[in-house]
Each structure stands twice: as C-alpha cells, then as structure tokens.
C-alpha cells in the first residue's frame, strides 16, 4: 500500500488521524473510531475552523470510502454547520434558479 504524502494527511489531533490517499480511496482511521466516526470529527473540525462546504465534500467526504448514504449524512453535518444567513442565501439562489428552468418548461 502506498502512504499518503504528508501533504495529505489531515491532523486531527495527536489522537486522531484521517488520511486520504493520492487515489482518493485510502482512508486510514484511527482504530478506536472507525472510518465514519474520524470523517465525523474530521468534517467537524474543519468547518467549525471556518473551512467551505466545497473543500470538506472534496477532500473528505467525496473521496471517503462510505456509502451514498453514510457520505449524505456527512454532507448534512457539514451543511449544518455553516452559518444559517449562508445557508438561506444558498436555497434562495437554487429556489431562483430552479424558478427560472421550470418557467421555461411550464
């Protein structure tokens, strides 16, 4: 198996470590947690530190080996963790987007 650069590892904390692998398919988790349990922690740190929605889905939930179902709950903690005022202005502009492509099929 191939170790990931270290530019690919994310630090967590002395205790907990995720790393994604240059395929994007290797995730090692810490033991105790389990691969979900560490993307967990991983996306929560991140975006409490003010990281984008758009970074974490790239470079920890899209790559992660879950399932669909496991990686929408991951994207769900991340979405709800951002600031409501971006949360709202985001549906708005989907809402008018989505207004604007039903228009021209009605």
Do not use: C, N
Request: net charge neutral; aromatic share 4%.
């Amino acid at each position: 198996m191939q170790r990931p650069s270290e530019s690919t590892k994310l630090a967590l904390s002395p205790v907990h470590a995720v790393s994604i692998g240059d395929a994007r398919s290797q995730t090692r988790e810490h033991p105790r947690l389990g691969v979900f349990r560490s993307l967990e922690f991983a996306v929560r740190t991140r975006m409490l530190a003010g990281r984008g929605l758009s970074e974490v889905e790239e470079q920890l939930i899209d790559p992660a080996p879950l399932s669909a179902e496991k990686k929408a709950v991951l994207w769900l903690l991340a979405w709800s963790l951002l600031p409501p005022s971006y949360q709202i202005a985001e549906v708005e502009a989907h809402i008018r987007l989505l207004s604007r492509s039903t228009e021209s099929v009605d």
